[in-house]
Nanobody, 122 residues
Framework: QVQLVESGGGLVQVGGSLRLSCAAS????????MGWFRQAPGKEREAVSC????????YYVDSVKGRFTISKDGAENTVYLQMNTLKPDDTAVYYC???????????????WGQGTQVTVSS
């Protein structure tokens, strides 16, 4: 069955970096849009970055542009989110998701990981 397992979250100081990983299994990784979403307490889940199967023109929410980079390793069936210059507003649970169709809406992604906590301390 489809499985997405995130890792790499943790506690980091303002300005620090983290790299999130999402190991995918149970589906043909190369054919699916992949996304990183986050949800902070009391807030809606938002798309942080999404990448389509061709890897062209990945999406980034405005607040992370220039700081976060999404990438994929097809051989390892893994998608990454490199997060630099972290800010307290980046604190959230980060989820990896596999989409049925290219979209930045969470409802378009039927498969989700369990989430990994990212906490940025000031």
């Amino acid at each position: 069955q489809v499985q997405l397992v995130e890792s790499g979250g943790g506690l980091v100081q303002v300005g620090g970096s983290l790299r999130l990983s999402c190991a995918a299994s149970g589906f043909t990784f190369a054919y699916y849009p992949m996304g990183w979403f986050r949800q902070a307490p009391g807030k809606e889940r938002e798309a942080v970055s999404c990448i389509n199967p061709s890897d062209a023109n990945p999406y980034y929410v405005d607040s992370v542009k220039g700081r976060f980079t999404i990438s994929k390793d097809g051989a390892e069936n893994t998608v990454y989110l490199q997060m630099n210059t972290l800010k307290p507003d980046d604190t959230a649970v980060y989820y990896c998701a596999a989409g049925a169709a290219w979209s930045t809406r969470a409802s378009a992604y039927p498969y989700w990981g369990q989430g990994t906590q990212v906490t940025v301390s000031s």
